[in-house]
């Protein structure tokens, strides 16, 4: 009998906790929900004003005397570069709050990487050159692949961008992309500041800097990394970082050509 009891007990007790557990995970997933939609809503809401303070800031510019370099100039400059942070991390939270609600829909599209590739070179080599780093870039003549090209795009960007940023003046920085039986391989190389192999995994979070000074001073706000991942990641490949401080480091992605993802 005191068995029985005991066994009836325990099954009350189990029904009752399974029960509460219950309850108590929608409010926590409905809360997830709310502040995804918080952050989504917010995001887009502050695109627009950012966008006319942007065009405000340009339209101040061109009513100053160029061959003036004073005070009112440096403001504005600053002004500028602090919109244009500001507008780079809007887009970047909205992406991730997009990815998070799974409302972003993957393009599966044939295009040319080798082309896309060479137009985002392009685009960061003035940054490049700035800083006397050496941009190198190889890949095979023609590179059919099968994909999201505006998110492959950005995913070079964001790849090309830290290397430059991490890459101390008169570097080097190569990025190179081939095919291995049906995998699509993107090598992005610095002689950078390197990571270290204990920020490995922590690099690819949500606004986590190594280097939070430097990162500042860098104009990064830690929320690229977390995209390049949610990128390769959709497309159901990998990406691996190898480092060594003070001697560079080297991001591997591998992503599958042909492959039906949705
Ligand atoms: P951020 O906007 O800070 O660059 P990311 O998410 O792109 O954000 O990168 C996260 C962190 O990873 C960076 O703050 C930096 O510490 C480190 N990191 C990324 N790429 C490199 C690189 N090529 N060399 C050295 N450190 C890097």
Not at 57 to 64: F, K, R, Y
Not at 97 to 103: E, L, M, N, Q
């Amino acid at each position: 009998i005191l068995l029985g009891i005991a066994i009836l007990f325990s099954l009350v007790a189990l029904v009752i906790s399974y029960y509460m557990s219950k309850k108590a995970m929608v409010p926590i997933t409905r809360a997830f929900t709310r502040q995804r939609e918080f952050v989504a809503d917010a995001s887009h809401e502050l695109r627009t004003p950012l966008s006319v303070m942007l065009s405000s800031i340009n339209a101040m510019e061109m009513t100053l005397d160029l061959e003036k370099e004073d005070y009112s100039h440096k403001l504005l400059f600053n002004m500028k570069n602090e919109v244009k942070r500001m507008t780079g991390l809007v887009g970047d939270l909205l992406t991730l709050a997009r990815s998070d609600s799974g409302t972003i829909e993957l393009v599966n599209e044939w295009f040319d990487f080798r082309t896309i590739a060479e137009e985002v070179v392009e685009s960061v080599r003035a940054l490049a050159e700035f800083k006397q780093i050496k941009l190198h870039f190889d890949a095979p003549d023609v590179l059919m692949v099968n994909g999201d090209s505006q998110k492959l795009t950005q995913l070079l960007y964001i790849l090309l961008d830290n290397a430059i940023k991490y890459t101390p003046n008169r570097g080097e920085a190569q990025l190179s992309l081939s095919v291995k039986g049906k995998e699509l391989l993107i090598f992005m190389k610095d002689s950078g500041i390197g990571i270290n192999q204990d920020d490995y995994g922590r690099i690819f979070e949500r606004f986590y800097r190594a280097d939070k000074a430097r990162t500042r001073q860098d104009g990064g706000h830690g929320l690229g990394l977390a995209i390049a991942k949610w990128i390769v990641e959709i497309h159901k490949g990998t990406i691996q970082v190898f480092s060594e401080v003070g001697k560079g480091s080297t991001f591997i992605i591998s992503i599958p050509i042909i492959e039906n993802r949705n």
